[in-house]
Structures are given as C-alpha cells and as structure tokens.
C-alpha cells in the first residue's frame, strides 16, 4: 500500500487535470484531440507518480512543483524566500474555496509541509492576504498542526490584529480560544485595543469580566489600565469612568488612572465632566498630575479654537496658574500643547517667544517641538527661519526624528505655499541627510512643478525615482492658467494702398459726407398710393 502522502497527491492531480480537461472539451469543438491530449497527460501523469513513489515525496513534491505555479515551493534561505513563501501561502489563502473541496488545512499541510514557520513568515502572509476572510482561521490550524511550530503571545497576537482590522469577534474569540494558555500582554493589549478602536466599548467590558475564565488572561490593576486607557483614547471616557468605580471594591484606582479618565473627558472636549471628575477626585484625597493638566490646557485651547480664538491665552493662563498654585510642574508637553495651539491660531511670534522662555521652567525642547515650531514657520512663509530650526533641532540631538514623514510633511507645507523652490531645497536636504524619497514624495512634487510649467525639472525628478527604484507611475497633470504660456498673436501689418484704391476710399468719404446733409425721410411716414 503506497504511503498517505501519495495517496493525497494523486488524488488532488487526477481531480485538478480532469476537471481541466473536461473544461477544455466543453469550450473546443474538437473533442477528439482533447481526449488524446488528456490520455498523453495521464501518461506522463502516471510517470510521475512512479517516479515519486520511487525517489520519496520530497523529491516528487519538487517535481509537481514545476508544473503547477499555484503550489510552488520555496526554500527559507534568506528574507527573499521568507517573501517568496509568504506571498505563496497568500496566493493559496486567497483562494476561492468553491473552487476546491479540500479545506484549506489539508491542501496546506499537502502543499508547504516543507515549510518551517516563523513570526516575520506568518506576519508577512497575513498582510499580503488582507482578503483572504475567515480562511485565515485554517491556516492558525495548520500552524497548531505543524509540529516545527509553536505559537507564541507575538504569533497570536498577529492573529488578533488581522480579525480586528475586519471587526471579525467571533474569529477573535476561536482564535484565543486555541490560544489559552499561551496568550500573554501583547495578546491582551491587541485585543482591547481592536474592541475599542472597533467602536465596541460594551464587548470590551463583558469580554474584560470573562477573560480569566474564557482565555486564560489574569485580571489585575494593570489590564484594568489598559483598557481604561484604550477607551478613553477612542472616547468612550463614560465607560472607562463607570467600570473604574463599579471595581473600586477589587481593585482601588490609583492617580495614574485617576489622570487617564480626566483625559479621556478631554478628549471628548466635554470640560465640565472633566471638571466634575476633578472635583472628586481633590475630595477623595487624590492630587491632579501634570497628565490631568495637559489635557485640561490642551481642551480649554481646542474650544477658545473653535469658539473665540482671542479668549486662548487668557484661559490658558488660568489652567497655568492652578498648576502653580497646587504645585504642579509644568513639563515639555505642557510648552508643546501651548505651542501647537498658539501656531494653529497663526501665532507664530508668541510660540516662538514662549519656546525661547521654556528654560525659566527647567524644561527643554524635545523633538515634538521643534516638528511644530518648523511647520509653523514653513506656513508663515519664514523659510529661513524654518531652515535654522531645523539645524538647530539637529544639533540638539534630534536627528532622528527628522524622517522621511517629518520631511514629507514639510514639502507638503512648501508646496502649498507655492513655496516650490524652497521645497526642491529641502528636498536635497532629505536625501542628503539618508531619507530615502518614497512615491507620496516624488508625486507630490513632480505634480507641483507640473503645475508651475517647469515640465524639464519634473521629468528629471521622474527619471530620478526610476534611477532609486521608486515606481512612480507618470500620471496627466494640469498647469495651472496663471502658469501657462499664452500663444503670441502675430500683428498683421497694414498693406500700402495703391492710388486706385486711395481715390477709391475717399469717393466714398466724400459721397458719406454730401448725403449726411440730405433730410431722410420718416420711418413712419408711408407714401400714399
């Protein structure tokens, strides 16, 4: 008796190749040459599977392989392969099911039992199968299976963040199910974080009650700070708040959620409950943190914003002068809400004066900070002056932070300006400090130079990405009218009259002029017959 594997094999094949087979007779009106076709198939069919049950199916899988591309195999020698084998277990994920009566676990374990699985291989198929659907559910089963593998808190965590992207819960719940046991804090941080970006707070906080005695996760002070700060961050601030006091009994807050819920209302831009919370808690006997303060400044700038713009720094100057009097410290971030809401408002001056007064404070700039000032003064067309921030943020040791998103922000702001020149200048900048230009960068300045009429830059620029290895795809763009050469009219010079002409030109002068002193007759007058 021939062994499982070739059983399964010749099974799939002869299934596969008939069915193929009778698809080509049905649409071709010479059966008899697809039926000879198919027995030379079946010859060399039989041929294969002699040679695979002679020389083991490690050798016989690599030789199926060459004849069919939806079942390639690929060694794990390097990041290509692990690339290779992922996109290969995508392909095969993204499958139509229909199309198939093997369920997706079997035709795995048949088709990549070569295959050793890691974290980057299982993380890399699942974002190149972001469609594959609850198909993804067999291929957790095929790793579960696989006895090269064992599932970890990352592995499983992986899991949780696909199904979450689709608000897939019931797949998240056989997910953890399987996982019990195993699942750790990534596990947990994942899934609270998907319920509450999902806009689901109450499965959050059924699921929160449960998950102890369902998957195995251990209720303590800290996942209750996860999942206060979770919600809160995605507003649901009442929730947080009604959960905190309803598990006073088992487990007391402590100022660190105290300050998380304060900024949860803020995030709302709802100050009277934070005000509220913050009256109970200074009757409790807990004391605010400069957290709770920030985020009470940083919702007083946000309403002055949208209401009445002129009233910010006098109600920020409230906010400031309760933290001096309770004496709280002000911190980097406190400087940073004032600075970003004091630049939204086009002040860049009075953010600039308070940046060069953050050391009467004991505080310094951190890279947050010179990022707003530098946009700031990018969109109040002070381009020299956003030049040297950027200088000095490097010389403060920041370097880092200037990054491909930090230099595309600021090209973007140029180019809005109709800064375009400016822009090719921290262009140059970006590569020059190792920022490798991705296509956002090329497209967008390529598009505003194609705007400008300046067509030759903005095909050196095209070449360029091409050159880097950019693929950069050459679109229509629109110049602008203003822009845009306007065709020259060409002036059409008077010819010189001959003398027949000219006498021609003033008998007709002369007989206008006699017949002006004639009387006209009246319109309305009729001649009587």
């Not at 899991?159 to 979450?164: E, N, R």
């Not at 920030?294 to 906010?319: M, T």
């Not at 404070?361 to 951190?366: L, Q």
């Not at 679109?475 to 203003?482: D, G």
């Amino acid at each position: 008796m021939p062994p499982l594997p070739y059983l399964h094999l010749r099974r799939f094949f002869i299934r596969s190749l008939s069915s193929s087979s009778y698809l080509s007779a049905s649409s071709s009106s010479s059966s008899l040459n697809e039926a000879s076709k198919s027995v030379v198939l079946r010859r060399d069919l039989t041929s294969v599977f002699h040679h695979f049950r002679r020389r083991g199916p490690a050798l016989g899988c690599s030789y199926l392989s060459q004849l069919s591309l939806s079942h390639s195999f690929f060694s794990e020698s390097g990041e290509n392969d692990v690339d290779q084998s992922s996109q290969s277990l995508a392909a095969e994920l993204l499958k139509d099911p229909d199309l198939d009566p093997l369920p997706i676990t079997k035709r795995l374990q048949l088709c990549f039992s070569h295959v050793k699985p890691n974290p980057e291989l299982i993380l890399n198929t699942l974002n190149f199968s972001s469609e594959a659907g609850r198909t993804v559910l067999g291929f957790n089963e095929w790793l579960i299976s696989n006895p090269d593998f064992h599932h970890t808190d990352e592995t499983i965590s992986y899991f949780v963040d696909y199904f979450g992207r689709r608000k897939d819960f019931n797949s998240i719940h056989e997910v953890l199910a399987k996982g019990s046991g195993i699942s750790g804090a990534k596990t947990l941080r994942s899934t609270i974080d998907r319920f509450a970006r999902a806009g689901r707070p109450t499965k959050l906080l059924s699921f929160f009650e449960t998950m102890e005695k369902n998957y195995g996760f251990k209720r303590d002070k800290e996942s209750i700070r996860m999942v206060v700060e979770k919600l809160c961050e995605n507003g649901y601030a009442s929730h947080a708040e009604k959960m905190v006091k309803d598990l006073a009994h088992e487990f007391f807050p402590d100022e660190a959620i105290c300050d998380t819920l304060i900024k949860g209302w803020c995030v709302n831009e709802k100050l009277d409950e934070a005000k509220r919370l913050a009256g109970e808690m200074y009757r409790g006997g807990f004391e605010l943190g400069t957290t709770a303060y920030n985020a009470l400044l940083d919702c007083v700038c946000k309403l002055c914003r949208k209401k009445d713009p002129f009233k910010l720094q006098s109600e920020a100057e409230e906010i400031l002068v309760e933290m001096d009097c309770r004496g709280v410290p002000r911190n980097v971030e406190t400087f940073n809400v004032l600075i970003n809401n004091l630049c939204k408002i086009r002040k860049t001056t009075d953010a600039l004066n308070l940046f060069h007064r953050m050391g009467e404070w004991g505080c310094h700039p951190n890279a947050e900070t010179f990022l707003i000032l530098i946009k700031s003064l990018y969109q109040a067309a002070r381009t020299g002056e956003g030049d040297e921030m950027i200088d000095r943020m490097r010389s403060a040791g920041y370097a880092d932070a200037l990054d491909k998103k930090a230099y595309y922000e600021f090209l973007k702001i140029l180019c809005g300006i109709e800064r375009i020149d400016h822009a090719l200048i921290v262009f140059a900048k970006m590569k020059k400090d190792g920022c490798e230009p991705g296509i956002k960068t090329y497209d967008l300045l390529m598009g505003k130079l194609c705007a400008h009429n300046r067509l030759d830059r903005a095909n050196s620029l095209f070449n360029e990405a091409q050159k880097r290895g950019v693929p950069v795809t050459p679109k229509a763009y629109q110049v602008e009218p203003r822009y845009a050469k306007k065709p020259k009219v060409k002036k059409v010079e008077k010819k010189r009259e001959t003398l027949p002409e000219k006498m021609a030109r003033k008998r007709r002068r002369l007989k206008q002029i006699r017949l002006s002193f004639v009387k006209k007759p009246k319109k309305t007058m009729r001649r009587a017959f």
